[in-house]
């Protein structure tokens, strides 16, 4: 097991894969879903993507190890600042989103002393959506472009990088 307890908030095409993921090969203790409608939570739990779900993000990062933001972009701002009270030290905030300059611009001054950001790009996707949308297989043979801060924990990037060889992906490094 990698994680004790994974958060995702948003469980779309590349959160519930990834969720799929950490469940066939046991990289998670519990997975918790945070999303805005009850009714992606209802579907995320039917399909055995989540332990847990709840449209708090605060609560849903209680206790977590790993967090991993999957929402649009223009909502990490309001999320982090939602989610930062219940961010336990050592946790690891990632995220799958396609830019990268937002995520340190909107999620890391939220971010309390001893939690990690680790940014990363899965290059893959489909033009399907939602918790129903996911498979597994999604990374194998993409790459993911990890883009930690500089002064980000070592231990906290090599555990993003195993988390997404684990799913399949060649890992490619960038500043």
């Given amino acids: 097991m990698l994680f004790e307890k994974v958060t995702f908030i948003g469980i779309g095409l590349i959160n519930s894969s990834l969720a799929r993921v950490m469940r066939r090969d046991g990289l998670a203790g519990h997975i918790s879903a945070c999303s805005r409608t009850q009714k992606t939570l209802n579907k ?13 993000p605060r609560l849903a990062v209680e206790g977590a190890d790993l967090v991993v933001l999957g929402s649009p ?52 996707g489909t033009e399907d959506s939602g918790p129903e ?3 597994a297989e999604l990374f194998d043979g993409r790459w993911c472009i990890i883009t930690p801060p500089k002064k980000t924990d070592p231990d906290a990037v090599e555990k993003v990088c195993e988390l997404w060889r684990s799913a399949g992906s060649d890992i490619q490094m960038m500043d």
Avoid: Q, W
Avoid at 49 to 55: G, I, M, N, R, W
């Fill in 133 to 135: 949308a996911g498979f």
């Fill in 44 to 56: 995320a739990v039917e399909l055995g993507l989540a332990d847990s779900v709840t449209t708090d």
């Fill in 73 to 124: 972009l223009g909502t990490y701002g309001e999320i982090a600042e939602n989610m930062a009270g219940g961010l336990k030290p050592g946790c690891i905030v990632a995220d799958v989103g396609s830019v990268k300059e937002c995520v340190e611009r909107d999620v890391a001054p939220h971010l309390p002393e001893g939690v990690h950001l680790v940014p990363a790009h899965p290059v893959a």
